[in-house]
């Protein structure tokens, strides 16, 4: 899997790594044609809502906080997704700050009755960590 974490990473003890790899969350969804457009393919903004939903898994199974989406980055959609097909998200925390967190996303579809497998979609979403007033508050208990 890819990543767009920054290069240096030595702050990442292996407490949080372990933590990191213990988060990872995955969907699998079944693609039907209540989720296709007119090409017969999943709409882009399921993919997106997936996605988000997908990423907000697997933070908050990192910090076990509150969290809010405040941004995804590039979203890179390489494969259409067609009806009657499989979709697999996978949600891995890539970078951590002291309020915010960054997950990559990547979306695989495969054939429901061959081994065919390809990589389709691939996004990141940064989450930030918020108190009961709403407010920023330190993502991860550890002082980075």
Known sequence: MSSQAPSDQSYL?????????????????????????????????????????????????????????????????????PAGTLAELIARVIHVGNTSLKVEVNIYVEDMYTEHREHAIRGVFTFVAVDENRQPTQVWPVKL
Not at 42 to 50: P, S, V
Not at 61 to 73: A, M, N, P, Y
């Open 13 to 81: 003890t292996p407490e949080i790594q372990q933590r990191i790899e213990q988060s990872e969350a995955r969907v699998i969804k079944a693609i039907f044609p209540s989720n296709t457009n007119h090409h017969n393919t999943l709409f882009g903004g399921d993919a997106l809502a997936w996605m988000d939903e997908t990423a907000f898994i697997a933070a908050t199974r990192f910090c076990r906080k509150s969290l809010v989406t405040v941004s995804s980055d590039k979203i890179d959609f390489k494969k259409a997704i």
